[in-house]
């Protein structure tokens, strides 16, 4: 074989096993980089991350029966003995789930409702988490289908979130900035018209007769909506879709903290480095938990926290560092503000009222 032959055989090897050349959407002209070729899913991936979809459509379309069904009295059952105080619980959980469900049953205009609220929730989660997929996909880092996590019926959203799992290293600045915000930015898209649509169709809400009432706080988007449409929300009954959307921008809000490996503390190591990442994510969660304790005093509500809880176990878990820390340049700058103004337009300091 001449040298000739050699180096064309070489050539072909190499483009076949290791990678070819593109351009970055954020690069300036004529800045190339490298993007690693990542086998997709197997059929086997694809049925266990459909599977879980599905379940969690099951869930959540529950919840928007809940949300958008009334409210229900159920006969609570009998408690004597050891046995029957062990049983009670889950016994008074099982007759309101089996309620719901034969209220939807005979009210197809609840089950369309419920539908309609899974379908918009998983259209921005899905949005989010393909986001973070897509860009992995770009950089040839190695990540999983979107994970979505069901949760018992009456149980929050109807699930517990969705994820993916990176299982090799992230290769630069620019990657660790890119996979991180494409998440939150593409969910923030798909949310727009579900809050418009939701905002709306909002009807007055009838008048309250005694009992706890959950007030949901709104964030500052839907107020710049509300204002724009001429939408009064003051006394406004929310609807699958409003819930959709407000469910989306507490998720994206929480997403976009600058704490551990969320999707904000991603951003803020990719642009400050380590140790302010370190120290600015610290200083978030010191926020945080006055905010849970004002909002406990203020408004009646202990949901935030659980947000303490969950930012408390990001700050011990390490970031790791990328394998290049190139500068980011001016237009991920760029991106980093329309960011910090997404979480601007979706964070609400005190989320519930209760009163």
Same mark, same amino acid.
């Given at each position: 074989?001449?040298?000739?032959?050699?180096?064309?055989?070489?050539?072909?090897?190499?483009?076949?096993?290791?990678?070819?050349?593109?351009?970055?959407?954020?690069?300036?002209?004529?800045?190339?980089?490298?993007?690693?070729?990542?086998?997709?899913?197997?059929?086997?991936?694809?049925?266990?991350?459909?599977?879980?979809?599905?379940?969690?459509?099951?869930?959540?379309?529950?919840?928007?029966?809940?949300?958008?069904?009334?409210?229900?009295?159920?006969?609570?059952?009998?408690?004597?003995?050891?046995?029957?105080?062990?049983? %009670?619980?889950?016994? %008074?959980?099982?007759?309101?789930?089996?309620? %719901?469900?034969?209220?939807?049953?005979?009210?197809?205009?609840?089950?369309?409702?419920?539908?309609?609220?899974?379908?918009?929730?998983?259209?921005?989660?899905?949005?989010?988490?393909?986001?973070?997929?897509?860009?992995?996909?770009?950089?040839?880092?190695?990540?999983?289908?979107?994970?979505?996590?069901?949760?018992?019926?009456?149980?929050?959203?109807?699930?517990?979130?969705?994820?993916?799992?990176?299982?090799?290293?992230?290769?630069?600045?620019?990657?660790?900035?890119?996979?991180?915000?494409?998440?939150?930015?593409?969910?923030?898209?798909?949310?727009?018209?579900?809050?418009?649509?939701?905002?709306?169709?909002?009807?007055?809400?009838?008048?309250?007769?005694?009992?706890?009432?959950?007030?949901?706080?709104?964030?500052?988007?839907?107020?710049?909506?509300?204002?724009?449409?001429?939408?009064?929300?003051?006394?406004?009954?929310?609807?699958?879709?409003?819930?959709?959307? /407000?469910i989306g921008l507490l998720v994206t809000s929480l997403n976009l903290m600058p704490v551990g490996q969320?999707?904000?503390?991603?951003?803020? =190591?990719?642009?400050?480095?380590?140790?302010?990442?370190?120290?600015?994510?610290?200083?978030?969660?010191? =926020?945080?938990?006055?905010?849970?304790?004002?909002?406990?005093? /203020?408004?009646?509500?202990?949901?935030?926290?659980? %947000?303490?809880?969950?930012?408390?176990?990001?700050?011990?878990?390490?970031?790791?560092?990328?394998?290049?820390?190139?500068?980011?340049?001016?237009?991920?700058?760029?991106?980093?503000?329309?960011?910090?103004?997404?979480?601007?337009?979706?964070?609400?300091?005190?989320?519930?009222t209760l009163t």
């Amino acid at each position: 074989m001449t040298a000739i032959q050699t180096l064309a055989s070489n050539l072909e090897k190499a483009s076949m096993s290791e990678s070819v050349r593109a351009v970055s959407p954020f690069a300036p002209a004529g800045e190339v980089m490298v993007e690693r070729q990542v086998a997709g899913p197997t059929m086997r991936e694809w049925i266990k991350h459909s599977s879980l979809f599905l379940l969690t459509f099951i869930t959540t379309t529950f919840a928007g029966i809940v949300i958008a069904g009334p409210d229900i009295n159920v006969e609570e059952p009998t408690a004597s003995g050891v046995l029957g105080y062990l049983v %009670y619980i889950p016994e %008074y959980y099982r007759r309101i789930v089996a309620e %719901y469900f034969w209220q939807a049953a005979v009210n197809p205009s609840l089950l369309k409702s419920g539908i309609a609220f899974s379908t918009a929730l998983l259209t921005i989660l899905t949005a989010h988490e393909m986001g973070h997929y897509l860009a992995c996909r770009y950089y040839g880092v190695r990540a999983t289908l979107p994970f979505f996590i069901p949760a018992p019926p009456l149980f929050l959203a109807g699930t517990f979130g969705a994820f993916i799992k990176m299982k090799s290293p992230i290769p630069s600045r620019r990657a660790l900035f890119d996979i991180g915000l494409a998440g939150p930015l593409a969910g923030f898209v798909a949310l727009l018209p579900v809050a418009l649509a939701g905002l709306l169709t909002l009807h007055e809400a009838p008048p309250l007769v005694g009992g706890q009432t959950i007030i949901f706080n709104d964030p500052l988007l839907f107020q710049i909506i509300a204002k724009l449409t001429g939408v009064d929300l003051v006394d406004a009954l929310p609807n699958p879709f409003y819930m959709a959307a /407000w469910i989306g921008l507490l998720v994206t809000s929480l997403n976009l903290m600058p704490v551990g490996q969320l999707d904000g503390g991603h951003g803020t =190591f990719a642009i400050f480095g380590q140790r302010a990442h370190k120290l600015i994510g610290r200083f978030a969660f010191i =926020f945080m938990a006055v905010m849970s304790v004002l909002g406990f005093i /203020w408004h009646g509500s202990p949901s935030g926290f659980l %947000y303490t809880v969950l930012l408390g176990v990001m700050l011990r878990v390490r970031h790791p560092s990328p394998q290049e820390m190139e500068p980011l340049g001016a237009a991920r700058i760029a991106v980093a503000i329309i960011t910090l103004l997404v979480f601007a337009l979706s964070f609400v300091p005190f989320p519930i009222t209760l009163t």
